[in-house]
């Protein structure tokens, strides 16, 4: 019987070594696999670069971001416009009321486009958030709060900047100016590279392609649009990030992703939907229903870009260049708004 026993432990011990060296043998051989992946994903952009041919209309809404404006954005954009050519593009470029002196890094922006002949229309807009805030509570966009105040709703809010972005694009179509996509740019740090990689994201056959951003590597930033291919959250803020098959197993290939939702700092989507007889606009769910549900405008303007193309997902181009650069303060001035 001790024997037996004996014999037993043994076979244990071999069984339990030979699975954690099958275990180890199994990741050290996927993290070489991934790694030839990326150098050869690395390798190939810079072998094959793309060359734009196409028109682009460069949307970007903008507060408080002063920081990034002068570090990196209006240098990144001022050099993406001469990959792309001033003849090609058209930016606008919307600001909220910031707090700090982004109109001024805006009007330096402003007259470097000038000079370069850029078409473009730069809003720097008075009505600040607490403005908003404290505007009386009329029509769709706001909610009541436990304590039975009236609170401006998000996405609302934005969904109604993003549209005033877009506002040049329609009052150009009428002049018979049209342009073949629309670039939505945050507030990331980005190379004309990285733009023109996603332009042609799966041979630019895409209902929206889009980046990602980082705050604090490697974790990506915006959790609140992403969704996989089968509409579900990521399971984690970390490489590889998604739960379903098929967006787990392109994002471990370095290949388009497939999603049904997406954002993250730099999104690409056809412009005909939104100069169409009925436009495509960005929109939050009605007020009725916003105590029951989140909303999101960025997903739910995807979803209608969808129905208008056709297509059923919008692949995700990974981008890992870009990085966002948001200030705390910047963070905790949002609060007043529902999230």
């Known amino acids: 019987m001790t024997i037996l026993s004996a014999s037993r432990r043994v076979l244990r011990y071999r069984i339990a070594r030979a699975l954690i060296i099958i275990f180890t043998i199994w990741n050290l051989a996927e993290i070489h ?36 404006l002068r570090s990196h954005w209006s240098k990144a954009l001022t050099q993406l416009v ?18 700090d002196n982004t109109k001024g890094a805006l009007r330096e922006l402003d007259w470097e486009l000038d000079r370069m ?99 604090k590597p490697p974790n990506y930033y915006d959790t609140f649009a992403l969704r996989d291919s089968k509409g579900h959250e990521p399971i984690m803020q970390t490489w590889p990030y998604f739960s379903s098959t098929a967006s787990r197993h392109a994002m471990k290939n ?15 989507m056809s412009a005909s939907p939104f100069i169409a007889r009925s436009p495509l606009r960005f929109r939050g769910i009605p007020d009725s229903l916003a105590s029951y549900s989140s909303d999101d405008e960025l997903a ?20 890992f260049m870009d990085e966002r650069r948001s200030s705390s303060k910047a963070g905790k001035q949002m609060e007043g708004l529902e999230h």
């Open 254 to 268: 370095m290949s388009p992703v497939p999603v049904t939702s997406c954002w993250n700092g730099m999104v690409v």
């Open 33 to 68: 696999l991934v790694q030839h992946r990326l150098y050869e994903a690395d390798h190939t952009i810079l072998r094959h670069r793309p060359q734009n041919q196409e028109r682009i209309y460069i949307a970007s809404i903008n507060w408080n971001n002063e920081r990034i």
């Open 117 to 215: 002949r850029v078409p473009r229309n730069i809003t720097l807009s008075p009505v600040t958030h607490e403005d908003e805030i404290a505007a009386p509570a009329r029509g769709e966009g706001w909610i009541s709060t436990p304590d039975g105040k009236r609170q401006l709703r998000r996405v609302p809010y934005l969904a109604r900047i993003r549209n005033l972005s877009l506002l040049p694009l329609q009052d150009l179509a009428r002049q018979g100016i049209t342009f073949d996509k629309i670039l939505f740019l945050n507030d990331v740090v980005f190379t004309p590279n990285d733009v023109l990689e996603l332009l042609h994201t799966n041979d630019g056959e895409y209902a929206a392609s889009c980046s990602l951003d980082f705050s």
């Open 82 to 99: 001469l990959k792309l050519g001033p003849e090609n593009v058209f930016i606008s470029i919307y600001e909220s009321g910031s707090y």
């Open 300 to 319: 739910l303007c995807e979803a209608d870009c969808t129905r208008v193309v056709g297509q059923s997902t919008a692949p995700l181009g990974c981008d």
